[in-house]
C-alpha cells in the first residue's frame, strides 16, 4: 500500500488530514518538523511513500526552500503544499508542486493524494 507522508507542525491540522486520509484507505507517516520529515524520507521508512503533504509555514527554511529539500531527499514523489497564503503559490512556482489554499476540505483532500498517487505511478 502507498503511504502518505503529511507533515504539519500543528498538531490539529496534522490529525484531521490523517483521519481523513486514514479513512479513505490511505497509509500515513507523519513529521511535525522539517528536520524531522527529511529523516523520515532519508530511512528505510519512506519506501512505502508515495505522496507528501506539508504546510507552507513552519520553523526552520522557508516552504520553497523545504520543497527543494523533499526533492532531493525523495526525488519523484509528488508534494502538495496546503497553505491560508494564497499570495504564497508564487513561491513555488516551477518546483512541480500542487499548491492548495485552506481550507481544504475533506473530499478534496483525498482527491487530491489519489490524482497524486496514480499520476505518480502511472
Known sequence: MTAVLLIDDNPVQLRAREA?????????????????????????????????????????????????????????VPIIVITGLAEAEGDYRGLGVTFRQKPCPPEELIALVRSAITGATG
Request: net charge positive.
Open 20 to 76: 481523513v486520509l486514514r479513512n479513505a484507505g490511505f497509509e500515513t507517516r507523519i513529521a511535525t518538523t522539517q528536520e524531522g520529515a527529511l529523516a523520515l524520507l532519508r530511512s528505510k521508512v519512506s519506501e512505502g511513500i508515495g505522496a507528501i503533504i506539508t504546510d507552507h509555514i513552519m520553523p526552520g527554511r522557508s516552504g520553497a526552500e523545504f520543497v527543494r529539500a523533499l526533492c532531493s531527499a525523495k526525488p519523484g
